[in-house]
C-alpha cells in the first residue's frame, strides 16, 4: 500500500510517500521556522496560510521525486491532532478532497503516536514493549508502548513541556527560536561547575514532570548576573549549561524510573528534544548500565515530518481504519492514551 502522508499540525509542512512493502519512497519539508522567528512563537494565522501556501507544491514534489503520479496513490493519512485547528484543518482538507477526486481511503492520524513511531522508519527498528519518552515543544511524556495502539501513560509533565521550557530558556538568553539547538549550542562552552539549577520532582517517587520552576530558575539566575555586571559571554554559556543539564538530569532519572517499573529494557525517545546530544550521550551512558537499549529517529525526524504520519497511517489503513471522506478531523487537544489498537 502506497500511502501519502502529510503533517500541518504546527510550524512546519511535512510530506512523505510510504510505501508498506518498499518503506519510505520520499519526504519533504518546508519549516516555517524564519517566519515565526520574527515574533518569537508560532503566531497560528500565520501558520495556517502558510501551509496553504506550501502543501500542494510539496505533494507535487514528493510524488516527482518517488517517479509516482497522483493516481498511483492507494490512501491518504493526515496528522488530525493535537495542534492549531487552523493548520490541522489545512491537512485535513487537502487530504480529503484528494481522496475523494481519487476514490482512495483517508485516515486522520494522532501527531504524538507519529513522533512515538518514527524509530520505526530507522534500520533496526525497537520491538513491542518498549518505554517511550516523548519530549517535544508540546509534550513532556513517559508511554509504555505495548503494541500500535496500546499505550499507557506512565507520567507526564504538569506545567510546560521539556521542549517549551528550552524554548523559553533561549529567549531569556537573547536566542533564537526554536530555542532548543541554541541553547544546546550555547551550552557546549559553559563549566558545568559554577552553577547548578534544581532537578524538579525528582525528589518524591513518580513519573511526572515539571519544567516551569526551572524557567523562573533560570530567569533569577539571569537577572542576578545582570545586577553584578557580570553577564558576559561566558555566562550566558554557564547559565545555557546548567540550565540544559537540569533538564537532561531530570529525564534521564525518569527514564530510569521508568524502565525499573516495568522491567523493561528497550526505551524509544522521540520528539523534538530527542535530537539533544547531551541528553543522547547521557541516556546511552545510563542503558548501558542497565542491559537495555535506547532508540531514536534519524535526527531530521526526531522534529515534525510526514514521513511519521506516513508510517502510522499506513500501519492503521493496512488494518481496515479510515476516516469518511467529506468528514474531516481537526481535533486541537487528544489524550494518546484514547487511541486503540487497530
Ligand atoms: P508537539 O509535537 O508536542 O505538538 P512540536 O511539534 O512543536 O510539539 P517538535 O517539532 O517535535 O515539537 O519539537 C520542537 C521542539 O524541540 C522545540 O521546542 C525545540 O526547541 C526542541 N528541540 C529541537 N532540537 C533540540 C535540541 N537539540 N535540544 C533541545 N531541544 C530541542
Ligand atoms: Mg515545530
Ligand atoms: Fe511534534
Same mark, same amino acid.
Given at each position: 500500500m502506497r500511502v501519502l502522508g502529510i503533517e500541518t499540525s504546527c510550524d512546519e509542512t511535512g510530506v512523505a510517500l510510504f510505501d508498506s512493502k518498499r518503506g519510505l519512497l520520499a519526504d519533504a519539508l518546508y519549516s516555517q521556522i524564519a517566519m515565526h522567528a520574527e515574533y518569537g512563537g508560532v503566531v497560528p494565522e500565520l501558520a495556517s496560510r502558510d501551509h496553504t501556501r506550501r502543501l500542494l507544491p510539496l505533494i507535487q514534489q514528493v510524488l516527482d521525486e518517488a517517479g509516482l503520479?497522483?493516481? /498511483?496513490? /492507494?490512501a491518504i493519512a493526515y =496528522?488530525?491532532? %493535537?495542534?492549531l485547528v487552523g493548520a490541522l484543518m489545512v491537512g485535513a482538507s487537502t487530504a480529503h478532497g484528494m481522496a475523494r477526486a481519487l476514490g482512495i481511503p483517508v485516515l486522520g492520524v494522532h501527531h504524538m503516536e507519529g513522533h512515538l513511531l518514527a524509530p520505526m522508519l530507522e534500520e533496526s527498528p525497537p520491538d513491542f514493549p518498549f518505554v517511550a519518552l516523548l519530549v517535544s515543544g508540546g509534550h513532556t511524556q513517559l508511554v509504555e508502548v505495548s503494541g500500535l495502539g496500546t499505550y499507557r501513560l506512565l507520567g507526564e509533565s504538569v506545567d510546560d513541556a521539556a521542549g517549551e521550557a528550552f524554548d523559553k530558556a533561549a529567549k531569556m538568553l537573547g536566542l533564537d527560536y526554536p530555542g532548543g539547538p541554541h541553547v544546546a549550542r550555547l551550552a557546549?562552552?559553559? /563549566? %558545568?561547575?559554577r552553577m547548578r539549577f534544581p532537578r524538579p520532582m525528582t525528589d518524591r517517587p513518580g513519573l511526572d514532570f515539571s519544567f516551569s520552576g526551572l524557567k523562573t530558575h533560570t530567569l533569577t539566575a539571569i537577572r542576578q548576573l545582570e545586577a553584578s555586571d557580570e553577564l558576559d559571554d561566558q555566562a550566558r554559556a554557564d547559565v545555557a549549561r546548567a540550565f540544559e543539564e537540569a533538564v537532561v538530569d531530570t529525564l534521564v532519572i525518569k527514564c530510569r524510573r521508568a524502565l525499573d517499573q516495568t522491567g523493561l529494557k528497550r526505551l524509544v525517545v522521540a520528539g523534538g528534544v530527542s535530537a539533544n546530544s547531551r541528553l543522547r550521550e547521557r541516556l546511552a551512558h545510563e542503558t548501558a548500565k542497565r542491559g537495555a537499549r535506547a532508540f531514536y529517529p534519524r535526527g531530521r525526524f526526531c =522534529? /515534525?515530518?510526514g514521513a511519521m504520519i506516513a508510517y502510522v497511517g499506513a500501519l492503521r489503513l493496512l488494518a481496515g481504519e479510515h476516516d469518511e471522506v467529506g468528514i474531516m478531523k481537526a481535533v486541537p487537544r487528544w489524550p494518546m492514551d484514547t487511541l486503540r489498537e487497530p
Open positions: 503520479a497522483r493516481g /498511483d496513490l /492507494d =496528522t488530525a491532532g %493535537p495542534g557546549e562552552s559553559g /563549566d %558545568p561547575a =522534529t /515534525d515530518n
